[in-house]
């Protein structure tokens, strides 16, 4: 598998980068959840783990727009529907800018609540506001109300990507697979290298 990405599949570090962030969001949701259910005491060290991750997801997310800056993906399938194309934009558009503005919630949150941001006890983030109850409670709102619309539009995504898999049988899944070569799936052989 190549590092970069290619025309035809996305490169090792786009995938790495890609399903990283998928397995942290389903961490940062169980975090959550536990937190959820404990009492005030058992909240602490769960919520810690919660912005820790967080942060890493905020690091990884400014990591890979930066690689998709100087790695171009894939190029677009010619087998897509004209109306798929900008869906197809407008959804990795929304699934960035949410991914990205989460973490900053959260964090906004926190330091309105005056509890420290740490990552993983290593270091500790500056605060982004001064404490306030009200802002406190309209990050609480508004990083519940961005989740759910993370989950919605990932849902979307992985649909998506489903659709094309099994119904239009091409290979817009099969470019992000972990060990997926596109050849390979094909039955042609490759004489590219990957």
Partial sequence: MRFRNTSASWGALSKILHWLVVFLIIIQWAFAKYAAAQPLSGKLAPLSLHKSFGIT???????RLTWRLLSRGPSTLASLRPWERPLARIS????????????????????ARN??????????LPDLAPPSHLLFEEMKHLHEVLFTGLIAVALLHCLGALKHHFLDRNEVLIR???FARIDD?????????E
């Fill in 57 to 63: 997801i905020l690091a990884l997310t400014i990591i």
């Fill in 92 to 111: 990795h558009v929304l699934l960035y800018g949410l991914i990205t503005v989460l973490p900053l919630t959260g964090w906004l949150m926190s330091s």
């Fill in 115 to 124: 509890f420290p941001v740490s990552w993983f006890g290593v270091f500790q």
């Fill in 176 to 178: 992000m697979l972990p």
């Fill in 185 to 193: 799936l094909r039955g042609k052989p490759s004489g590219r290298g």
